[in-house]
């Protein structure tokens, strides 16, 4: 049966286990993904609800975080729970677009939507202080600054988009459950802090210049994957293009390759412009220039005085 279609007299049922959980008119339904993404929706929720009753509507969680935050899980269940997810268990191009819609649309709208504050609100007052004295201990804060470094962060996810297409590691997530949500799980980890590192940290503003540098790299990297991909004259994963949709197994590798090198870098290549031109507009900006200075030299002086 065409994994797009159902039968008219009742919900097609697939317990064959695509990756685990059943598909129920092509939609996979899997604890381990439906769970926490209801679980996700629901802190939101909440939390946005009692922001919103406490400080007055869109205060606290503003209309465009909400926005940012449903487009960024909708994506996610189309990416991981919609027919496109059961289609990718055979279509090499289906998985990829799998992958690049959790990579470069669900997490940087996920980041743009600043949800960690909202999700808190879902919370009592007393866990909320505990999570809040969390954050503080020395080696947690100390290992987030690390990997929300700019450079560090863009390493992070470059290793994980080419570790997880090296064949063997790619063939043994499709046949082992665990090792497939792995994958996905590092795909979008890895993507949340990389944007974040450089759309949402603290000093992302007066970064963007290194931002825009970060992005190129990124768009440069995951594109020479996509040619490589795209120009091969034999298919990678044998047990992924097995001839779908109409298409060769080579052919579903192309155009797989093709959405990687083109829409997925230029939208890597877009938001690296948008830095650039963010850098250049605060660099000729006198005010925030002013403010730069400012920030470097009372930043000077007390590493100054504390030295003394």
């Given amino acids: 049966m065409n994994v797009f279609s159902f039968d008219s007299t009742g919900p097609y049922i697939d317990a064959s286990r695509c990756y685990g959980g059943f598909v129920v008119y092509g939609w996979t339904l899997d604890a381990p993904v439906t769970i926490p993404l209801l679980i996700v929706a629901s802190l939101y929720a909440v939390g946005a609800g009692r922001l919103w009753h406490r400080a007055g509507l869109f205060h606290g969680a503003s209309a465009t975080h909400a926005v940012c935050f449903l487009i960024g899980w909708l994506t996610l269940v189309f ?3 919609s027919p496109l997810h059961a289609a990718s268990r055979h279509v090499f191009t289906a998985h990829m677009i799998e992958h690049e819609a959790v990579m470069v649309i669900a ?3 996920l980041v743009l939507s600043r949800p960690l504050g909202t999700f808190l609100w879902a ?23 690390f990997v929300t470094m700019p450079l560090v962060a863009t390493i992070l996810h470059a290793f994980a988009i080419w570790l997880w297409h090296v064949p063997i590691l790619f063939e043994a997530a499709l046949s082992n459950e665990m090792l497939h949500w792995l994958q996905h799980a590092t795909f979008l980890f890895s993507a949340l802090i990389f944007w974040w590192a450089l759309l949402a940290a603290p000093n992302a503003r007066r970064n963007y210049g290194q931002a825009a540098g ?3 790299a990124t768009a440069g990297h995951t594109s020479l994957l996509g040619i490589l991909l795209f120009l091969s004259p034999q298919t990678w994963y044998s047990s992924q293009t097995a001839g779908a949709w109409g298409m060769t197994a080579i052919e579903d590798q192309q155009l797989a390759g093709l959405l990687m090198w083109v829409p997925s870098g230029l939208i890597y290549a877009g938001a690296a412009l948008a830095c650039l031109s963010l850098w250049i507009a605060g660099t000729t ?15 000077g002086l007390q590493s100054v005085t504390s030295k003394n």
């Fill in 214 to 216: 970060d992005f190129f």
């Fill in 79 to 81: 990416a991981l729970i």
């Fill in 123 to 145: 919370f009592p007052k007393k866990i909320r202080r505990y999570v809040g004295a969390g954050t503080k201990v020395s080696w947690w804060s100390g290992a987030w600054r």
């Fill in 107 to 109: 997490a940087p709208f």
């Fill in 285 to 299: 900006d006198p005010e925030a220039q002013s403010v730069l200075l400012r920030e470097r030299y009372t930043g």
